[in-house]
């Protein structure tokens, strides 16, 4: 109880540090004036990263069982509220944090190794022409897929300790922890697991690269050009980033859910091969809208985290540069 206690005292103090003592927007210079280094781009994109997941880290939960509850279970429909209500009255609240420590390992390596590769191509980009929304959607997208290659086995173990809970007894793994999952895994049914749903994962994150950090930056442009600037800049581009990802992402996310949870049939098939495959076949027997299931909680998750993750890792910024100015 006293961990617990003294953890819950550290996010609130985070969290009242985020968003009540945010500077006046004119008396700090902003990362791309400054030419942030490498590592200071990577740390803060992983920390803010990390300090955004922890906060919707249920909603992503939620989001995967609802995802996979017609695939686990025909017929069955499973909305929100009821999701929220047999976790409550089965197995308490905090079942909704399983594979918390997964969400938090892949935001070490993908939410660093994208805005780092990001930061990389921008500057690289910026010594031979000029910055423009082509150019920053491109740049975004293959961060975006060279992230999502090195975070992929942490992305497996996420997805399969969050949907754990909600399979029949029978049919649960019971992983016991991050480090039980991924050696079970390795030793069960190979390494290559670790990337079996590597393709639509890729494919997701290459359209989340454009759609969140490209036109995170595009939007953080624009709303400056329009006068809005420092607080409300941030809020006002990552929660319209956040819209425009949440809506372009939704299949590859599904098509994603179901690889990585998949079993092999009784003759060892695995029904879903690729990530186009996956989708066709996903619409074409249970219809376009099942590709959406989910939606709801997968808005909050990313909205969420999108808005705490790029206030956090501005406000890290900030504090570097101020340190520097000093």
Request: hydrophobic fraction near 40%; aromatic fraction near 12%; include cysteine.
């Amino acid at each position: 109880r006293s961990g617990s206690s003294n953890f819950l005292r550290l996010i609130r103090c985070i969290v009242f540090y985020l968003f009540c003592s945010w500077p006046n927007p004119d008396s700090a210079m902003s990362a791309q004036q400054a030419g942030l280094p490498v590592w200071v781009s990577v740390s803060t994109g992983g920390l803010g990263g990390i300090f955004g997941w922890i906060w919707v880290h249920p909603m992503y939960t939620c989001s995967v069982q609802i995802n996979l509850a017609s695939l686990q279970n025909p017929g069955k429909k499973l909305s929100l509220p009821s999701l929220v209500t047999k976790a409550w009255n089965e197995e308490g609240v905090l079942s909704l944090y399983s594979g918390l420590p997964a969400g938090i390992l892949r935001q070490v390596f993908y939410a660093s190794s994208r805005l780092g590769f990001f930061q990389i191509f921008k500057d690289a980009w910026g010594t031979h022409s000029e910055m423009d929304f082509t150019s920053r959607m491109c740049l975004a997208s293959v961060a975006g897929g060279l992230a999502a290659y090195i975070a992929c086995p942490c992305e497996v173990s996420l997805v399969r300790m969050s949907n754990d809970a909600a399979l029949p007894m029978a049919a649960r793994r019971n992983y016991k922890g991050i480090m039980d999952c991924a050696i079970r895994i390795a030793k069960e049914e190979g390494v290559g697991t670790f990337w079996r749903g590597c393709k639509p994962f890729v494919c997701r994150c290459c359209v989340v690269g454009a759609t969140q950090v490209g036109t995170y930056d595009q939007f953080k442009s624009l709303f400056s050009s329009w006068g809005i600037n420092g607080k409300s800049n941030v809020a006002f581009s990552s929660m319209t980033a956040g819209l425009v990802y949440t809506t372009a992402t939704m299949p590859f996310e599904s098509a994603k859910n179901r690889m990585a949870s998949q079993k092999p049939n009784a003759n060892g098939v695995l029904p879903y091969r690729s990530t186009f495959q996956t989708i066709a076949k996903v619409a074409a027997q249970e219809g376009l809208a099942k590709l959406y299931s989910g939606l709801v909680p997968y808005i909050l998750f990313c909205g969420g985290h999108t808005l705490l993750m790029f206030s956090a890792m501005e406000e890290l910024r900030r504090i570097y540069l101020s340190k520097m100015v000093c």
